[in-house]
């Protein structure tokens, strides 16, 4: 304990005596933190977006006017007979029109002639997942092209909500590629940093550490001050990104939810604490590990 208090105070007095240098490393690793916490934040509220869209993905098949009863019939019995769907319903002309009336203004639906709108069948499904499948199925059935309102395309007759998720994934591997390629450089920089700090902290007590050689000092007790110096400032570089993070979610995602409320961010449940527990730990790891690169090349012991 009495080594572990000696290691803070000199990490201390080097980081005083080399104020410039810690100030700079301390900054490259918040900043680098920061970018990494807030891609981590904003994904967790893709990944509750995506899972809510998920959830709630139907297929829509648009029938065509003078369908038969029995095949509009046969074409449920079908869909319903899948495994991965949950419910089938029949939405009639009128029942569409009056779900239109309710999304749009009335004049509007005043200005249409007539019903325009077709009717449909909505399938629910029990796995959402496998929604493109089920969508395939349906189209390869022969009474599905005798039904819908476009026979000469009846891929055009058929709408399903996979493709937003699928845009929502483009949209979030991007990001991530974009902050991974960021992180990578600003963790390289924040090594450099830590690595120029050290060496001046090693060079400032060269003479000191070559006494501590002659009185038979061991090769942790000389280490230890220069690892500590490394472990404080990505410490305090963590500290400043989480709580730097922390009054941007608390301030900004509760507006979000406000603003967009049909989207599902609730940030009282959203579990950010696992964000600052790996934020600390890899600006521990950045600390440690430049401390000992630094150590590696300038300090024989």
Same mark, same amino acid.
């Given at each position: *304990?009495?080594?572990?208090?000696?290691?803070?105070?000199?990490?201390?007095?080097? =980081?005083?005596?080399?104020?410039?240098?810690?100030?700079?490393?301390?900054?490259?690793?918040?900043? =680098?933190?920061? &970018?990494?916490?807030?891609? *981590?934040?904003? !994904?967790? &509220?893709?990944?509750?977006?995506?899972? !809510?869209?998920?959830?709630?993905?139907?297929?829509?098949?648009?029938?065509?006017?003078?369908?038969?009863?029995?095949?509009?019939?046969? @074409?449920?019995?079908?869909?319903?007979?899948?495994?991965?769907?949950?419910?089938?319903?029949?939405?009639?002309?009128?029942?569409?029109?009056?779900?239109?009336?309710?999304?749009?203004? !009335?004049?509007?639906?005043?200005?249409?002639?007539?019903?325009?709108?077709?009717?449909?069948?909505?399938?629910?499904?029990?796995?959402?997942?496998?929604?493109?499948?089920?969508?395939?199925?349906?189209?390869?059935?022969?009474?599905?092209?005798?039904?819908?309102?476009?026979?000469?395309?009846?891929?055009?007759?058929?709408?399903?909500? %996979?493709?937003?998720?699928?845009?929502?994934?483009?949209?979030?591997?991007?990001? *991530?590629?974009?902050?991974?390629?960021?992180?990578?450089?600003?963790?390289?920089?924040?090594?450099?940093?830590?690595?120029?700090?050290?060496?001046?902290?090693?060079?400032?007590?060269?003479?000191?550490?070559?006494?501590?050689? @002659?009185?038979?000092?061991?090769?942790?007790?000389?280490?230890?001050?220069?690892?500590?110096?490394?472990?404080?400032?990505?410490?305090?570089?963590?500290?400043?990104?989480?709580? !730097?993070?922390?009054? @941007?979610?608390?301030?900004?995602?509760? %507006?979000?939810?406000?603003?967009?409320?049909?989207?599902?961010?609730?940030?009282?449940?959203?579990?950010?604490?696992?964000?600052?527990?790996?934020?600390?730990?890899?600006?521990?790891?950045?600390?440690?590990?430049?401390?000992?690169?630094?150590?590696?090349?300038?300090?024989?012991?």
């Amino acid at each position: *304990m009495r080594s572990f208090f000696y290691f803070v105070k000199e990490a201390l007095l080097n =980081s005083k005596k080399n104020f410039g240098t810690t100030f700079g490393a301390i900054v490259t690793i918040f900043l =680098s933190l920061l &970018v990494i916490g807030v891609f *981590m934040v904003t !994904s967790l &509220v893709i990944e509750r977006v995506v899972r !809510s869209i998920e959830s709630q993905v139907s297929i829509s098949i648009f029938l065509a006017d003078e369908a038969a009863d029995g095949d509009v019939t046969a @074409l449920i019995t079908f869909i319903d007979s899948l495994p991965e769907v949950a419910s089938v319903s029949h939405v009639s002309k009128d029942q569409a029109l009056e779900n239109f009336k309710e999304m749009t203004s !009335s004049g509007i639906v005043e200005q249409l002639d007539g019903n325009p709108l077709p009717a449909s069948l909505e399938v629910e499904l029990a796995e959402p997942d496998q929604v493109e499948t089920v969508a395939l199925t349906i189209q390869a059935e022969p009474v599905y092209t005798r039904v819908v309102d476009n026979p000469d395309n009846p891929a055009d007759s058929i709408r399903y909500g %996979q493709q937003i998720v699928k845009q929502l994934f483009a949209v979030t591997d991007i990001i *991530m590629v974009v902050c991974i390629v960021l992180v990578v450089m600003l963790i390289f920089v924040a090594l450099v940093f830590i690595n120029n700090t050290i060496r001046l902290a090693i060079l400032a007590r060269r003479k000191e550490i070559a006494i501590m050689r @002659l009185v038979g000092a061991s090769n942790g007790f000389i280490r230890g001050p220069f690892l500590m110096e490394g472990a404080l400032q990505s410490l305090i570089g963590a500290g400043m990104a989480i709580l !730097s993070i922390h009054l @941007l979610a608390s301030r900004f995602l509760p %507006q979000l939810s406000e603003l967009l409320s049909w989207l599902p961010i609730d940030y009282a449940s959203m579990e950010i604490w696992r964000v600052y527990a790996l934020l600390t730990a890899v600006g521990l790891v950045i600390g440690l590990f430049g401390s000992a690169w630094a150590m590696r090349r300038y300090l024989k012991v």
